[in-house]
């Protein structure tokens, strides 16, 4: 994440719940600004976070997306503030792997689905009010290029498993693994590859 450009703050934002005091601890040794909020309503964690540090903008990436590549978050970014939009991200449509989900969306945008959603699901998944009605905000799309263009491959962390294939990545090519890089690894590796392809635990969409 440090490696993106077009960044100039970066906050956790984690749970008041104490199975997250690691976290808290980790980010005040670090020097990292760590918010705390609902286990739950993750909308109302990000909706605090964000006016209390009066941000304007918002990239979103998720702690069980271990494998964020830079250039995808910028060039996410980019999408967003070129098209004037008030959500972008390469997850509405699907064309990356699971796992380099990247998000960007305005304080406004936020702000009106907090106020407005209902649904406990929405209110977990923070974005979801947003990117399901096209009609009322203006959603951008991003494409993976050619060579990262692989939704049937995931590296998300929900299982055992998925720890397992991100303790190989990281053993394999460091952990500033570029997406090309773990998939050609996965790609060059049966075993690896299996596990990228294990049944899903969890969906975003």
Do not use: W
Request: charged share 35%; aromatic share 10%.
């Amino acid at each position: 994440f440090a490696l993106c450009k077009n960044l100039n703050q970066i906050i956790v934002a984690t749970s008041v719940s104490g199975n997250d005091d690691k976290i808290a601890n980790y980010c005040k040794r670090k020097g990292i600004e760590c918010c705390r909020g609902p286990e739950e309503n993750v909308l109302k964690r990000y909706y605090d976070c964000a006016k209390a540090h009066g941000l304007d903008v918002v990239v979103r990436v998720t702690g069980d997306c271990p494998l964020i590549d830079p250039e995808t978050v910028d060039k996410t970014v980019e999408t967003f503030l070129k098209g004037n939009f008030d959500y972008a991200s390469n997850i509405a449509l699907r064309s990356f792997p699971r796992g380099f989900d990247t998000e960007v969306f305005s304080f406004k945008a936020l702000e009106k689905a907090f106020k407005e959603a209902e649904s406990d699901f929405d209110k977990e998944h923070v974005t979801h009010y947003i990117y399901a009605k096209p009609k009322k905000f203006k959603i951008g799309h991003v494409k993976a290029g050619k060579k990262l263009f692989r939704p049937e491959l995931r590296f998300c962390v929900d299982t055992k498993k998925d720890i397992e294939l991100m303790e190989a990545i990281f053993s394999k090519i460091g952990t500033k693994a570029e997406a090309e890089k773990a998939i050609e690894l996965v790609d060059n590796n049966p075993e690896l590859k299996k596990l990228s392809k294990a049944e899903e635990k969890k969906y975003r969409i």
